[in-house]
């Protein structure tokens, strides 16, 4: 039987890069850089197989999607930020069986769901920023889930039930992993470049922290109640569906553990962002 061996709610500000990349940014992002390593030392002393990442750059309109390819491999640039992020060469091995299970037990839950095999279907940001800090080695397989922007949710519950299902019936060792931030609302255009370390308003960086908080103290179904509100007044991103996905794959309000923030929560161009691993029960 396969398990879930790792389940974390993780940043991947481009910011990181620049600190990697560009001289007079560097250690700006020394927080996240430390947290997300942390994290992938311990994805390899629990014997990670596979990193499942549901990754909120990868934005879809309809149902749920995968992508199944063997491997991953070439070099990204951000069209969203390409003055942050760009020239990241990556090569990754994918998980096409688990790509396969994972869409056909969501396939069996009543959604479109689709594993794709396609050499010009590529990974984003929410995927290869992390992975830069927590597969160095590129010895854990790489599996990017899409997130479905207009979903609800209960559907991202669903969804994430449903990966729980492929994995534990797959053989695999995986993490599962929550690429989005927190509060997810922008500096105006006009103060962006001077917000890169803010949050965006005290009403979101307070909602911030008592999330962080709720789950610190394992309160997981009070935050699971509020969730639907946080996601709308607080901008999540893309609507907060990654961490809809990653509770359900933990077992949604029968989740008894508690999250533990590693390094510290961090303002990044107006979001919220965080590093948080939750408590697994013991296998
Ligand atoms: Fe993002």
């Known amino acids: 039987m396969g398990e879930i061996a790792l389940a974390a709610k ?12 560009i001289d007079k940014y560097r250690g700006i992002r020394e927080n996240a850089i430390t947290a997300l390593s942390e994290v992938g030392r311990r994805a390899h002393a629990r014997g990670v197989e596979t990193y499942v990442i549901l ?12 992508n199944a390819n063997a491997r991953h491999a070439g070099t990204f640039t951000s069209p969203e930020l390409p003055h942050m992020l760009s020239g990241m060469s990556y090569a990754y091995d994918g998980d096409p069986d688990l790509a396969d299970a994972i869409a056909a037990e969501v396939r069996g839950d009543g959604f479109q769901a689709l594993a794709h095999r396609d050499a010009n279907l590529n990974c984003e940001y929410g995927t290869l920023v992390p992975m830069h800090l927590m597969n160095p080695a590129a010895d854990i397989r790489v599996l990017s889930v899409a997130a479905n922007q207009f979903a609800s949710i209960d559907e991202g519950r669903r969804m994430g039930a449903a990966i729980a299902r492929a994995i534990a019936a797959s053989g695999r060792r995986a993490a599962v992993l929550a690429s989005g931030s927190l509060s997810h609302a922008f500096w105006p255009n006009a103060v962006s470049a001077e917000g890169l370390f803010t949050v ?3 009403f979101n960086r ?3 922290l008592r999330v ?20 709308v007044h607080c901008r999540g991103e893309c609507a907060m569906i990654d961490t809809a996905m990653l509770f359900g794959a933990l077992g949604w309000d029968g989740y008894a553990g508690r999250g533990e923030l590693i390094g510290q929560y961090f303002g990044s161009s107006g979001t919220g962002q965080c590093v948080v691993d939750f408590a697994l029960p013991a296998g």
């Open 206 to 208: 307070q909602i911030d």
């Open 10 to 21: 993780i940043t991947h500000v481009p910011s990181i890069w620049m600190d990697l990349t």
């Open 212 to 231: 962080l908080e709720l789950w610190d103290q394992g309160r997981v179904a009070e935050f699971l109640a509020m969730l639907p509100d946080y996601a």
């Open 200 to 202: 965006n308003g005290e």
């Open 55 to 66: 990754d909120t750059h990868w934005i879809v309109n309809q149902g749920f999607h995968v």
